[in-house]
């Protein structure tokens, strides 16, 4: 199992330019999540999705959109880069289960490697 | 609002020094979920722990141990022994059940710690 993947690595980009972000998983999970991180911030949620064909923001949307048109993969889409996207993104994937009748557990996320983004 | 405090911006311990990561949290929902999360200098969120609203028990995973006090809202991390292996950032977070029911997670804003040889 590889897990949660992410492409590319690393990334320069100049402002206005565009580019999608890939993450797949081969867990069969449900739900994945996009999240950038920056110094002295944690990392903040952008957008999710509980299954295929879903999507729904986050806590710092702005800027991106993202689709889930099959259930192991989630892109996010920088239409217009800015400077102020530059971060690191991470992708995440995770799993509901239910070991007592009515009540559900989320499980941890399982997290990818990351990708460095510089906009210049 | 949900929301996960870690007020240790930085530690700095030499090595065999026992160190307490921090965390406190804030929500309403009456069940949730509290997690912590290792990423060491290569850059990779490793998880540590997962611990629900249900069980106030403290767990001890080795040289690792977590104390999840409701009535203080506080779910802290306790390294015993530590190595310089343990250097890393450490992140709690924090996922609502009834008002998310989507398992996304809040984080904190990371404690760095340093152990030195």
């Known amino acids: 199992n590889a897990g949660v993947t992410q492409t590319p690595k690393f990334r320069v980009l100049k402002t206005g330019q565009s580019m999608t972000l890939l993450c797949a998983q081969d867990m069969n999970h449900e739900y994945m999540y996009w999240y950038r991180q920056d110094p002295g911030m944690g990392l903040r949620l952008i957008h999710y999705s509980v299954g295929e064909g879903t999507t729904a923001k986050g806590e710092v949307p702005d800027g991106y959109n993202v689709s889930r048109l099959k259930k192991q993969n989630f892109l996010l889409g920088l239409e217009s880069a800015a400077p102020s996207q530059t971060s690191v993104y991470f992708c995440?994937?995770?799993?509901?289960?239910?070991?007592?009748?009515?009540?559900?557990?989320?499980?941890?996320?399982?997290f990818g490697p990351g990708t460095r983004l510089t906009v210049l | 609002a949900q929301k996960v405090t870690q007020a240790q911006t930085e530690i700095s311990v030499v090595e065999k020094e026992d160190v307490t990561l921090d965390c406190v949290y804030e929500?309403?929902?009456?069940?949730?979920?509290l997690f912590w999360y290792k990423q060491p200098p290569s850059g990779e969120l490793v998880f540590l722990i997962r611990?629900?609203?249900?069980?106030?028990q403290n767990e001890i995973s080795g040289r690792y141990s977590w104390n999840f006090q409701k009535s203080t809202s506080s779910f802290n991390f306790t390294i015993t022994a530590s190595q310089v292996v343990d250097s890393a950032v450490y992140f709690c977070?924090?996922?609502?059940?009834?008002?998310?029911?989507?398992?996304?997670?809040?984080f904190g804003q990371g404690t760095t710690l340093q152990v030195k040889p």
């Open positions: 929500t309403r929902d009456t069940t949730y979920y």
């Open positions: 977070a924090l996922s609502e059940y009834r008002s998310s029911n989507t398992g996304k997670l809040i």
């Open positions: 995440a994937s995770s799993y509901f289960s239910s070991t007592t009748p009515g009540q559900a557990t989320y499980n941890e996320q399982f």
């Open positions: 611990r629900n609203s249900f069980d106030e």
